[in-house]
């Protein structure tokens, strides 16, 4: 069955600080890797994706995530956080059948 | 780009009662997806269109679920002999060919009382 994990059900951090959102996937996912941003009462809005090249995928508002086949992984880092970036993400594969991680809710602390 | 809408952005109704939902796609994307997101949960795959063609349904779907695309532009999610249950936030999103980004709409809040 396809999957995908997200280990950390909410993340605290310090505004201006780095921070990592992970998310492992099964090897049956197909290698289309995503990360969504969802806002409170709001839709998905797509932060990056990876689809195929270069491992390391630059996406908007200074998120970037790295693809790593061997361990199955597509973590989500940002190297200092704002106030703004409060919200929850989440990790998802797939081609067209989207499966999505349950999420992690980032909360950025003043 | 209007992007994706969809209406209501909120329902409730009654246990045992029909309701429809709408989805506007972005206009030249050919494929319409719908997912359900319950408290806690990412979006759920439900099923998905190209063009007018429903080309999967997931097992979530069941036969009190209807979806059509009749013209292949926007969408319609109904949802027959509502149950408490099927309270959750109903996400259309679309694209243009498969493995690219998948925009989404603001979703349709349902709540089965």
């Known amino acids: 069955a396809q999957s995908v994990t997200q280990l950390d059900s909410q993340v605290p951090v310090f505004e201006e600080a780095p921070v990592e959102l992970r998310c492992n996937y099964s090897?049956?996912?197909?290698?289309?890797l995503f990360w969504y941003v969802q806002y409170p009462n709001q839709g998905l809005q797509l932060l990056l994706k990876y689809l195929s090249g270069s491992t390391l995928v630059k996406g908007i508002n200074g998120f970037e995530a790295e693809f790593n086949k061997s361990q199955t992984s597509f973590h989500l880092r940002k190297p200092s956080v704002h106030i703004s970036d409060t919200a929850e993400y989440f990790c998802?594969?797939?081609?067209?059948?989207?499966?999505f991680g349950k999420g992690t809710k980032l909360s950025v602390i003043p | 780009d209007t992007g994706v809408s969809q209406d209501p952005r909120h329902k409730i109704t009654k246990r045992g009662q029909n309701v429809t939902f709408r989805c506007d796609p972005i206009s030249e994307h050919n494929r319409l997806y719908w997912y359900r997101q319950t408290l806690g949960q990412g979006p759920e795959f439900l099923t998905y269109f190209q063009n007018e063609a429903q080309l999967e349904k997931s097992r979530l779907l069941s036969d009190r679920f209807s979806a059509e695309r009749p013209k292949g532009s926007f969408s319609t999610l109904e949802i027959q002999r509502t149950e408490q249950g099927d309270s959750a936030m109903y996400l259309c999103a679309s694209s243009l060919v498969m493995g690219n980004e998948q925009f989404f709409g603001p979703g349709t809040r349902l709540t089965v009382l």
């Open positions: 998802a594969g797939g081609s067209y059948q989207l499966t």
């Open positions: 090897s049956s996912v197909s290698v289309y």
